[in-house]
């Protein structure tokens, strides 16, 4: 894809951001390794629709796609429906079995109901 990655530390709480200018992917360096890759998948999905920041109208609809597709990149079907008979629906539990971060989890479920398909 041509996209650069670096790890720095971020101001507040971002855990990472996508530069299209530069083609550059910034992470949080303090981010632990479920973080990580959830964060990276995010911003590369971001680099691949040359997404432009998020302080716009459009930016915000990029944000939404951009976590909807991080969501179903990670989370197998198989997975989250084992994951979610196993753990009676805890989202902790449940993502922390599925290697990704709660608001990941969120969004899957969003997914999911946005399908027509029940969750608990």
Do not use: N
């Amino acid at each position: 894809m041509g996209v650069r990655i670096e790890e720095r530390r971020l101001a507040g709480d971002r855990c990472g951001l996508y530069y299209d200018p530069l083609r550059l992917v910034i992470l949080d360096e303090r981010l632990a390794g479920h973080q990580r890759r959830c964060t990276l998948c995010h911003e590369l999905i971001h680099a691949r629709h040359h997404d432009p920041g998020c302080g716009t109208q459009y930016g915000t609809r990029c944000e939404r796609r951009c976590r909807r597709e991080t969501a179903l990149a990670l989370i197998s079907p198989v997975d989250y429906g084992l994951a979610e008979q196993t753990y009676e629906g805890d989202k902790w539990m449940m993502s922390t079995e599925l290697g990704v971060t709660i608001q990941v989890l969120d969004d899957y479920r969003q997914a999911l109901r946005d399908m027509g398909v029940c969750v608990r």
